[in-house]
T-cell receptor
Framework: GQQVMQIPQYQHVQEGEDFTTYCNSS?????IQWYKQRPGGHPVFLIQ?????EVKKQKRLTFQFGEAKKNSSLHITATQTTDVGTYFC?????????FGKGTRLHILP | DTEVTQTPKHLVMGMTNKKSLKCEQH?????MYWYKQKAKKPPELMFV???????INESVPSRFSPECPNSSLLNLHLHALQPEDSALYLC???????????????FGPGTRLTVL
């Protein structure tokens, strides 16, 4: 079945360092969505990418959609403690969103 | 109003109890979802309602019974649950236009359920 693979599973970074999580699909995606879930919280929608090669920025967050629309990345510049949480990518399946397993980001002070 | 609300926040129940989880949204969304999330796992789809009709049931055991009384409300009735059903239960909604049920999900804060 359709899968959305996400790596790494965990990432520990020093505060101020950069962070990147990668998402790969077994099939071409019409779009890719990114969600953030803080510890003890619920998933919150961050962004949706639709176009091949699309790059979008939200302050220190940069989202990219691959040219083949099979992969995507989220890059955070100069991480802060508020960035702690799990970042999920999600792609459209036949009848539901397929979530990646998520990347859990820990910030070391 | 861009919020999905859920009650209760926490629920502890025995295996013989009957309880209900409630979800409400006032964004005019016409698709509503129930997800189950275990610790350190992504949300797992259970049910989808579109225009108050059950559209998708992801082979969920009958001890979970969804209900959509109107376009703003979604309930999940629980009966004879097992300890392995303990999880965070998330409600979500989406606009239900074009790309549903794969369009942007707006999640509520969830109900953390413990089954003893």
């Amino acid at each position: 079945g359709q899968q959305v693979m996400q790596i790494p599973q965990y990432q520990h970074v020093q505060e101020g360092e950069d962070f990147t999580t990668y998402c790969n699909s077994s099939t071409t995606l019409s779009n890719i969505q990114w969600y953030k879930q803080r510890p003890g919280g619920h998933p919150v929608f961050l962004i949706q990418l639709v176009k091949s090669g699309e790059v979008k920025k939200q302050k220190r967050l940069t989202f990219q959609f691959g040219e083949a629309k099979k992969n995507s990345s989220l890059h955070i510049t100069a991480t802060q403690t508020t960035d702690v949480g799990t970042y999920f990518c999600a792609g459209p399946g036949d009848d539901k969103i397929i979530f990646g397993k998520g990347t859990r980001l820990h910030i070391l002070p | 109003d861009t919020e999905v609300t859920q009650t209760p926040k926490h629920l502890v129940m025995g295996m013989t109890n009957k309880k209900s989880l409630k979800c409400e949204q006032h964004m005019g969304h016409r698709a509503m979802y129930w997800y189950k999330q275990k610790a350190k796992k992504p949300p797992e789809l259970m049910f989808v309602y579109s225009y108050e009709k059950l559209s998708i049931n992801e082979s969920v055991p009958s001890r979970f019974s969804p209900e959509c009384p109107n376009s703003s409300l979604l309930n999940l009735h629980l009966h004879a649950l097992q300890p392995e059903d303990s999880a965070l239960y998330l409600c979500a909604s989406s606009q239900n236009r074009g790309a549903w049920p794969t369009d942007t999900q707006y999640f509520g804060p969830g109900t953390r359920l413990t089954v003893l």
